[in-house]
């Protein structure tokens, strides 16, 4: 079983971590990230680092322990250097633009296909049919990035479609004559 839980989360100097009642908040150059913590779970918060401390030695409290520190540390390296994911593009027509902050997707729908950044997340896109999702909260990074593959996630047959960057699309074999 992993020991993640009982590792301290360390806070650089820029950091500022504070809990009220069952909510952290931590504080940094990038911003401010809020997240509710499990009532099973307690931090122990000091200037250099956050302990995070279970109830028992059960199986769902030591799970618990090792995801929320995972969490917050997630939410400290969010608030410092941020998150982002990469996405491409790979279709004849296919084009994504900048519309304000808004994404607008051309992916051979008769209609554009526009995605508005919730909270403080970030578009950019790129020369090569290239997007960039960044922001500080990890999660919403990710949903976001997948709610933009969703838009027309790659097909098997030529590879067409939005798929991340470091992903590998198993092709297959089309009909044989």
Known sequence: MSRIGK?????????QASLT???LTIKGPRGEL??????RVALDISDEEIVVKRQSDSKDDKSLQGMTRSIVDSMVEGVTKGFSKKLEMKGVGY???LQG????LEVGYSHPVVIDPPGN????VGKKNTITVSGNDKQLVGDVAARIRSVREPEPYKGKGIKYADERIRRKEGKTG
């Open 101 to 104: 902050k808004s994404l607008q």
């Open 21 to 23: 009642g069952d909510e």
């Open 95 to 97: 084009s994504a633009t």
């Open 121 to 124: 997340i970030e578009f950019e």
């Open 7 to 15: 590792l301290p989360v360390e806070l650089p100097e820029k950091v």
């Open 34 to 39: 809020t997240r509710k913590i499990h009532e």
